[in-house]
């Protein structure tokens, strides 16, 4: 299965706590951090609903 890696690059302070509760759910804590994720259809839409604060590249 393919992989795509995710990396915050904006902070999630003062955001809706939907958006921060997806960005921790994708495993990101800090500004910065990347993590893989398998790219499935729900990680796809959590990806889809914080788009502005992420960097998204397929692996």
Do not use: C, H, W, Y
Not at 26 to 53: A, H, Y
């Amino acid at each position: 299965m393919a992989k795509i890696r995710i990396k915050l690059v904006k902070s999630i302070i003062g955001r809706k706590k939907d958006q921060i509760d997806t960005v921790k759910a994708l495993g990101l804590k800090k500004v910065n951090s990347i993590v893989e994720q398998d790219d499935t259809p729900q990680i796809r839409g959590m990806i889809n609903k914080v788009s502005f604060l992420l960097e998204v590249e397929e692996i």
